[in-house]
């Protein structure tokens, strides 16, 4: 009975004295904590990815409240986590364009010459210490994969062509492979552009051609006013600028490409076309549609019977030809 | 989303394994499994822990205060592993005296406490007690399954029979703390290797499905 | 004092018989926690804080309360002959553990917060750490190889707390270094992680067995 007895007094006042202190010490050692951090915090994805600017998600809800970051700032969290912010914070929120990673490289070990055999680190950085790296251009993707390595959201991986692969679904655009890549290969674009150059070599003509077959070799062919009749596509450096608005627009100037130098990730039906309406555009050297159509081959001129030919298995859907067709051949 | 009973009980032993998925619970498992005797004694051990601590928690959860919700908890397991200490010290002196240090050490396991807080603290008595049953089945299984290849690897017996031949040569590593690491390690990358697999057809379903 | 004593449970906890690569105590965070060299290393050093702490008042509970040889105990019963309550043990000295990390959480928060946020979560997980029970049960069960086969003495149970520490401390560093280096080199994909930091750890424990000879 007495140990009983004496086992219950002993934890008793073990218990209540350690209780004590325990409650002493959080009286002295009192931090104040703001109730809507801890809200907050609860609805971030914890990735700790650092898209917002903040050194991971708890540091972004304490930058929240005392008003440093805006309450749209969590990226991968994107529409509903910026709106349970907005609601805990009390203030609207504005939407931001949802974007993703594209890898702005074509040249994987098919297309692009090796200067030597690398076998060290396994590592991008690693490698461009060693002679600038073991790929003939100096400004393409290497291929060892730091961009893999950093992806909270299992979005990218490695090919097997030694060019990373990014999953736009799953693409949250928080931007850590664009910083993680040491050339700047990868960038981030609006979800809803398909169509980017696959290219970051600033220089021109033979000493792209020397280090890659698929290489921008600032023809400027793409941003030519007949290709590119919104202008959507500058010349700017040795590379072509794309000022976004909408894929259509961009289309033939990129499909035009004569090295394949666009990523081109989206497909337009084919236009239907009446040849029986078609003239053959009598009075001029070659028919306006067989001039501006990009896609070689997809319309040729049949000087015999003074008409245009059109194989529908090329047709990339740029729907250029039916504006410019005088007799609406093409619809 | 709701699990079926069945489905409580089944995920601790596969989806949901302390030691192979959660990796929790490693200092018993490695240093127990010198032979599959050791290894079931000290799963039983903690399933039992883990049931009534489990049943407990969820029984109390409504009247603890949540700033000290762990040290109740950790009072509640203590108490069920003073039990345990003690009638495996009466009932099994053997046993006691193989597991030695990790039978009071069945305390600070990492499961028995994760399960409490995560699970019992949270969901009704049934469920916790299937819970905990589940999660302890599934230790055991793990246990048994290094314990087995370490003994037989090790000592060429089982259970204390031998099993391999009178030619065979047990390697002496394998019952040492080292082997139960490159035990560990192997089995661990096998699982890694399924998962990869079953990651890379998910990924690929995926795409084809957009 | 014996100073030969002392000075075989300092070789023998750090070296011969380490806590993480022989006696299994604190695998939990020696995989856990040791993929960064810094987090490694402040890890650790609160790992022998808290074994040094937890040591002493474990030691001094354990003895004037629990332990009818020497409680204080003794005024409470009609014949003054104390209570045994040393099956108590591991419900009190969890007590004390726990009631230490919960006092040391709210320290750092207050007077160290960078300390506090790079320890992160590890740090509650330091409660459920085997190697600090495992620490001050082991000053109770004695060390049977280098002769002590009863309780340790309060001095003993402080260096056998601080040399366990150190030990490891020692070997998280070195688990956190190699672990940075696997992480740039060629592995295949399956035996990345986990897989390889066991092992790593196995290795290491082949490499520690080598002091088992040693004999002071």
Request: glycine content about 12%; overall charge positive; hydrophobic content about 45%.
């Amino acid at each position: 009975m007495i140990t009983v007895v004496s086992s219950v007094i002993i934890l008793g006042v073990i218990g209540i004295f350690f209780g004590a202190c325990l409650a002493y010490a959080s009286k002295i050692f009192y931090v104040q904590l703001d109730p809507r951090v801890e809200k907050i915090a609860e609805s971030l994805p914890g990735a700790n990815c650092g898209a917002c600017g903040a050194a991971g998600c708890f540091s972004y809800a304490e930058g929240v409240v005392e008003g440093a970051f805006p309450a749209n700032g969590c990226i991968p969290g994107g529409k509903d986590v910026a709106t349970i912010i907005g609601g805990i914070m009390g203030c609207a929120v504005e939407e931001l364009t949802p974007m993703k990673a594209v890898v702005n490289c074509k040249g994987g070990k098919k297309e692009a010459r090796q200067k030597f055999e690398y076998m060290g680190v396994q590592d991008c950085k690693a490698a461009m210490l060693l002679a600038g790296g073991n790929k003939a251009c100096e400004y393409g993707c290497l291929g060892f994969g730091n961009c893999v390595n950093v992806c909270q959201f299992q979005a990218i991986t490695m090919g097997e062509n030694g060019l990373p692969i990014v999953y736009p679904e799953l693409c949250t655009g928080c931007g850590l492979c664009v910083k993680a890549c040491p050339r700047g290969v990868i960038s981030l674009i609006p979800q809803s552009q398909k169509i980017y150059v696959g290219c970051v070599n600033p220089e021109k003509g033979k000493a792209v051609k020397a280090v890659c077959e698929v290489g921008c070799l600032a023809c400027g062919i793409c941003a030519n006013k007949n290709n590119n009749p919104s202008g959507d596509i500058v010349m700017e450096g040795g590379l072509p600028k794309i000022s976004y608005q909408d894929n259509l627009r961009i289309l033939p100037g990129a499909t035009k490409c004569p090295t394949g130098t666009y990523v081109i990730d989206v497909t337009y039906p084919p236009v239907t076309y009446n040849q029986e309406k078609c003239n053959g555009c009598e009075g001029k050297p070659k028919p306006l549609c067989v001039k501006i159509c990009p896609a070689k081959g997809c319309l040729t001129f049949d000087a015999e019977r003074k008409k245009a030919v059109y194989d529908s298995s090329l047709c990339v859907g740029c729907e250029l030809c039916i504006s410019e067709c005088p007799v609406v051949a093409f619809k | 989303m709701q699990r079926t009973i069945v489905q409580e009980f089944t995920k601790g032993i596969g989806s949901e394994n302390p030691i192979f998925r959660l990796v929790l619970g490693l200092c018993p498992t490695l240093a127990v499994t010198t032979s599959l005797l050791n290894g079931l004694g000290m799963g039983l051990a903690a399933t039992f822990v883990l049931l009534c601590s489990n049943t407990i928690v969820a029984l109390i959860k409504g009247i603890v205060p949540p700033k000290i919700r762990i040290p109740i908890y950790i009072v509640v397991i203590a108490t069920f592993v003073s039990i345990t200490e003690m009638v495996m010290a009466a009932y099994t002196p053997d046993l006691h005296k193989a597991l030695g240090i990790f039978v009071p050490l069945i305390v600070v396991n990492c499961i028995i406490l994760g399960r409490a807080e995560a699970f019992a603290g949270k969901n009704g008595v049934f469920r916790s007690m299937i819970d905990g049953l589940g999660m302890g089945a599934g230790f055991t299984v793990a246990l048994c399954t290094l314990a087995t290849i370490r003994e037989i690897l090790g000592d060429g017996k089982l259970l204390g029979y031998p099993v391999m031949g009178q030619s065979f040569e047990p390697v002496l590593l394998m019952i040492l703390p080292a082997g139960g690491f490159f035990v560990m390690g192997l089995l661990m990358a096998a699982l890694k290797m399924k998962d990869l697999r079953a990651d890379a057809m998910k990924r690929a379903q995926a795409i084809a499905e957009k | 004092m014996d100073i030969k004593v002392i000075f075989l449970i300092i070789i023998y906890s750090i070296l011969i018989q380490n806590f993480v690569l022989s006696r299994f105590l604190g695998l939990c965070p020696f995989f856990g926690c040791s993929q960064k060299l810094s987090s490694a290393v402040g890890m650790g050093l609160a790992v022998i804080f808290v074994m040094v702490l937890a040591s002493a008042i474990t030691w001094i509970l354990y003895t004037y309360l629990l332990d009818p040889a020497t409680s204080v105990m003794g005024y409470m019963t009609a014949n003054g002959v104390p209570p045994d309550l040393t099956f108590l043990r591991t419900i009190a000295f969890i007590l004390v553990i726990a009631s230490l990390v919960q006092f040391i959480e709210m320290f750092l928060q207050k007077k160290v917060p960078p300390l506090y946020r790079a320890l992160g979560i590890y740090l509650p997980l330091i409660t459920t750490n085997c190697a600090v029970l495992g620490v001050a049960v082991l000053n109770i069960d004695g060390f049977s190889a280098i002769g002590l086969n009863g309780k340790l003495t309060f001095l003993q149970s402080l260096v056998q707390g601080f040399a366990g520490g150190v030990g490891f401390l020692m070997v998280l560093v070195l688990m956190a270094g190699l672990r940075e280096k696997l992480d740039l080199a060629t592995i295949p994909e399956s035996m990345k992680g986990i897989p390889v930091a066991f092992i790593m750890g196995g290795l290491m424990a082949i490499a520690f067995m080598g002091f088992s000879g040693l004999s002071i």
